[in-house]
């Protein structure tokens, strides 16, 4: 058998498969290793996941699709997400979410077109009491104002 | 953002403790021991349900099996409740100790925090704390000394789903399948992660334990009321001065929290999250308690400027987006729940279809497959009978724009 050619894709699910197991209970620990760097689980990454867990790529999709932080179409570089519950809502999440529409020229939900931003809105981000509150990848900022909000997207890389 | 900025006090979880020490004492008693200690202390769960933690321990322990696990669920995932990241940041010494008294108890091996997304940024100092843990023989074999007592805890992080907090669902994601909630009977203390007995508990809850086997029950069972005993944690947001989480004995009343967090003009306040209920003001003297105004600790408050209407729309689009669509009374009648709201917004509605709609609500209550269906309906039915003059003598009879 000739030896294929591994993509950086494969080794990158090989590593997750080594960390937390090739049996089924990793299967959501590897689609979110494979969100993070990749930024989205692409159709070629679930069939890799599935041949390297020896599951069918359904089972894949199918649990993939569940969960609102995976997801199948690449995001932008960076990820941000504003708080949309009530907390938050009252304490002014409408004028953060304009100020950085008008500023980034991108409407909720979308990518900018250099594709450096992804805004979205999301649940409760159990930061209630320090509304409105945002995630950037990762990290959190807490009472925002509009100018506050623009200034750290400014300095994300 | 993860600094110990806040000098908290409580009388039982902010109380002050020293890591380790509860784990010294449990491992010095004996098991039955333990049991009766949590029983007689009448805790419940943390979470919301109010499960007795003493009756899912009995049985667990009695269930036989050569593995058994601990889940220490810290979804946190329902609108306004926060106190358990604060938890998991400034107190994990509680946490953990909780899971390794419950895991000795009960014959567990391991143990798995169920992290939500959202929390992602602890996941690093919760694995550093436990690495730690390991160091000092609070993890590991021998636990402590204890010969034969092995047990090891690992960190699973969620990917953004209100309903795997449900704890069947949680169970089913951590197995790698689609958080949907299982069928129950069976429950996960006879067939749960990976077919084998589990105790699922709050972080709360098993923050509490610590204390309890240090102090002891008698002392635990003075706090609160007959039916909920002790204390319990509070996340406050909203309309007033001094938002955050606090630590009350079960029984204060709403009245009594608003005046703590000094809230002004207090219209409505929202006991238990988005599933919880919503109430008015003739009923501030209602008490935070399993048997009066029960609640996993959110607790929200709306002064005289806000719109309930408003309000009722953003929890029934949370219920919308995050109904995981197993079952049907669940999946239309979020919807059509939030339809009815934006019809009442449009000025475009019957009192025939609003009643119709709430008794669609009711229905929801026992035909839905898990928790999330039986409580999605509950802040529509209350805003909607609590606020009844406000919401449907609305300017332009309901047409405003805002
Ligand atoms: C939709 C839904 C979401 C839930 N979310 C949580 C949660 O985030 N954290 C939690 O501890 N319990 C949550 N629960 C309750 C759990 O199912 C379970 O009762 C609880 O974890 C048991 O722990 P306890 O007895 O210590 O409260 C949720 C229940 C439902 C129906
Ligand atoms: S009640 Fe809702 S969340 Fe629960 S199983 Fe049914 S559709 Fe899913």
């Known amino acids: 058998m000739l030896v294929e050619e591994k993509n950086a894709l494969t080794e990158d699910i090989e590593q997750l498969i080594k960390k937390f197991g090739k049996k089924r209970s990793a299967l959501l620990s590897i689609l979110h290793g494979i969100q993070v760097k990749h930024r989205h689980v692409s159709e070629h990454a679930q069939q890799e996941i599935a041949r390297l867990l020896d599951i069918h790529p359904v089972e894949v999709y199918s649990v993939l699709s569940f969960f609102a932080f995976l997801n199948t179409n690449p995001k932008g570089r960076n990820l941000v997400r504003i708080c949309q519950t009530i907390s938050c809502d009252m304490k002014g999440k409408d004028n953060i979410v304009r100020a950085i529409e008008r500023e980034l020229d991108v409407k909720i939900g979308g990518t900018t077109s250099d594709n450096k931003f992804t805004v979205e809105y999301v649940n409760c981000l159990g930061l209630c009491d320090e509304g409105p509150a945002m995630a950037v990848n990762d990290q959190v900022f807490t009472k925002l104002t509009p100018e506050k909000a623009v200034q750290i997207l400014n300095k994300v890389k | ?402």
């Open chain 2, 1 to 402: 953002m993860e600094t110990k900025s806040k000098k908290r006090t409580g009388p039982v979880i902010f109380s002050g403790y020293e890591r380790g020490s509860a784990i010294t004492k449990a491992l010095s008693m004996n098991r039955e021991d333990i049991l009766l200690e949590i029983r007689e202390s009448k805790l419940r769960g943390r979470g919301g349900a109010g499960f007795p933690t003493s009756t899912k321990w009995m049985l667990t322990a009695a269930a036989l099996s050569d593995e058994k696990f601990i889940i220490c669920n810290a979804d946190e995932g329902e609108p306004g409740t926060f106190k358990d990241r604060v938890l998991l940041i400034e107190y994990p010494e509680l946490v953990f100790d909780g899971m390794v008294i419950a895991a000795y108890t009960i014959g567990a091996q391991q143990g798995i925090v169920y992290l939500r997304g959202e929390y992602e940024y602890l996941y690093k100092s919760l694995q550093d704390y436990l690495e730690q843990m390991r160091k000092d023989n609070l993890l590991g074999k021998d636990i402590l000394g204890k010969k034969g007592f092995a047990f090891d805890i690992s960190v699973f992080l969620g990917s953004g789903a209100y309903v795997c907090g449900e704890e069947t669902a949680l169970i089913e994601s951590l197995e790698g399948q689609r958080g949907e909630a299982r069928n129950r009977p069976p429950y996960p203390v006879n067939t749960g992660y990976m077919g084998k007995p589990t105790i699922v508990n709050n972080v709360e809850t098993l923050a509490t334990v610590p204390h309890i086997i240090m102090k002891g029950s008698e002392w635990y069972k003075k706090m609160g009321t007959g039916k909920s005993s002790g204390s319990k944690l509070f996340s406050v947001s909203g309309d007033c001065e001094k938002p955050g989480v606090y630590e009350l004995p079960w029984g204060t009343k709403i009245s009594e929290l608003l005046q703590l967090v000094e809230a002004a003009n207090t219209k409505a306040v929202q006991v238990g999250g988005a599933s919880g209920f919503c109430y008015n003001k003739s009923q501030f003297d209602r008490a935070l308690a399993y048997e009066d105004a029960a609640t996993g600790g959110s607790i929200m408050i709306f002064n005289e400027s806000r719109d309930m209407l408003k309000v009722l729309d953003n929890f029934m689009e949370f219920f919308v987006d995050e109904s995981c669509g197993q079952c049907t009374p669940c999946r239309i009648g979020n919807v059509k729940l939030l339809e009815g709201v934006k019809m009442i917004h449009k000025g475009e509605y019957t009192f025939a279809y609003i009643n119709k709609l709430k008794e669609l609500g009711k229905s929801m209550q026992v035909a839905s497959k898990c928790g999330l269906g039986h409580s999605s309906s509950n802040a529509f039915l209350s805003i909607l009978e609590n606020f009844n003059e406000e919401i449907f003598n609305r300017a332009n009879g309901g047409a405003n724009e805002n």
